[in-house]
């Protein structure tokens, strides 16, 4: 039995897991940092804990400190969120010895997935497709070279260490691929502490598609369906969305054999995502994440399945309340990352006051945030400010409720990426549903389309500043008032 469950995390994925607890009658447990006193999360939570000062270092990532405010408060289970330490092989050993339930895998699978050399090798037996590259990492420049020559050019050289695009570098020629290969060993010695790299065929212009995994620790295991992730931006997702338009239903059922293949090789048990390259009709395994990610959501309102609190049941030991025949995708669904970062300034971080704050509502739409009015965004943790998902029947009702939704979102005192979000949702090619990962770097419209919707949102902008003066009471109003004029004066198509 669970009782007591401390969330190692903060923000939007901490009251996540909080708002699980609840509707299971768990006590959820915050532990939140000097930045975070303020912090939402930590006021949702039944008890929260003081941990130490703000750079994560010192509080977030503090494993000894985590472990001691979990023994002193008997906490039965511990859940990671995404980020921070939620797939470190070191604190799911700590809570595998204090009997302590690590609410995610082993810290044998957190360890052989975090190896990404070894997570290949072992879907290569699973007989999981990867893409044509090297069973082991790179250790000398000849055997490199040949390689390079086998699978043909353009290649990408990728750290074992970690995932996410960092060290990657992809070379289109042998006259590159000597300093190509020491820069990525390099930069993998010092980011992952461990200069190993492996070598992949480059695929040129894919798609990103990813499958979420459910397995229990009495060996079933099933999947929620896709989630395609094309739209990136320097590795950072920032539109997700469910089903994805490229598959058909016999890829669906292939891709998700593949993913479900994949965790039962590895006896995985909990939440889990298989990332797939998508391009052509082939696909290949990529990484598998061994976490709850950012845009599980997207999954949930696809299949009404909540997956916070099938973690949870998993943790506990039960079986899985569902068999693959009973997961039903219904309609469409698109999430939209919100971040205070400036759009006109390549994306800059943005933090501060929100002066003013109102979120969209109405049928359909899911917000998941950690903020509220006249909240301040820290500046030392990532700049999101929520997650707005929104459902319809079709992938055409629920691009025209996303545009709603984010017409009706009022967020003063920062920037954020809203105007980029509203470009992409009138963007005909992300409307045809003709979606990869160099979306972004492609459509050339999209920044002059950004600009336009700033400045035509100016004006509103001043007035709304006005009225969400802290001494009046007229906020919302306004608000509502606003939305109609901003969203009636649209491009003239
Ligand atoms: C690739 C690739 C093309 N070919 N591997 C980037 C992050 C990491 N998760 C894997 N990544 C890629 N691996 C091969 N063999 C292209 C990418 C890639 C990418 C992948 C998913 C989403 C966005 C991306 C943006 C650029 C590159």
Known sequence: MINRILVANRGEIAIRVMRACRELGITSIAVYSEADKDALFA???????????????????????????????????IHPGYGFLAENPNFALACEQQGIKFIGPSSRVLELMGNKVAARCEMKKA?????PGTDDCITDFKLAVNIAREIEYPVIIKPA??????GMSVVYEEDALMVALESSQAI????????????????????????????????NVIHLGERECSIQRRHQKLIEESPSPALTPKLRAEMGAAAVRAAKWVNYEGACTIEFLYSDGDFYFLEANTRIQVEHPVTEMVTGIDIVKEQIHIAAGEKLSMKQKDVKSNGWVIECRINAEDPLNKFAPSPG?????????????????????????????????????????????????????????????????????????????FIAGELSTHFIDSEQTILEDMKRIIEREKPFEDRLSQVFDERKRIASIAAVAAVQQIYRSKPET
């Open 127 to 131: 007989g999981v497709p990867v893409v």
């Open 43 to 77: 006021k949702y939570a039944d008890e929260a804990y003081f941990i130490g000062p703000a750079p994560a270092s010192e509080s977030y990532l503090n494993i000894k400190k985590i472990m001691e405010v979990a023994r002193e408060c008997r906490a039965d289970a």
């Open 188 to 219: 993998a010695r010092n980011t992952f502490g461990l200069p190993d790299v492996y070598i992949e065929k480059y695929i040129e212009n894919p798609r990103h598609i990813e499958f979420q995994i459910l397995g229990d620790s009495h060996g």
């Open 353 to 429: 006051k929100l002066r003013g704050y109102r979120s969209p509502g109405g049928i359909g739409v899911r917000v998941d945030s950690g903020v509220y009015s006249r909240y301040t965004i820290p500046t030392i943790y990532d700049p999101m400010i929520s997650k707005l998902i929104v459902w319809g029947r079709d992938r055409n009702e629920v691009i025209a409720r996303m545009r709603r939704a984010l017409y009706e979102y009022i967020i003063l005192g920062v920037k954020t990426n809203i105007p980029f979000h509203k470009a992409v949702m009138e963007n005909p090619r």
């Open 161 to 166: 260490g970690g995932g996410g695009g960092i």
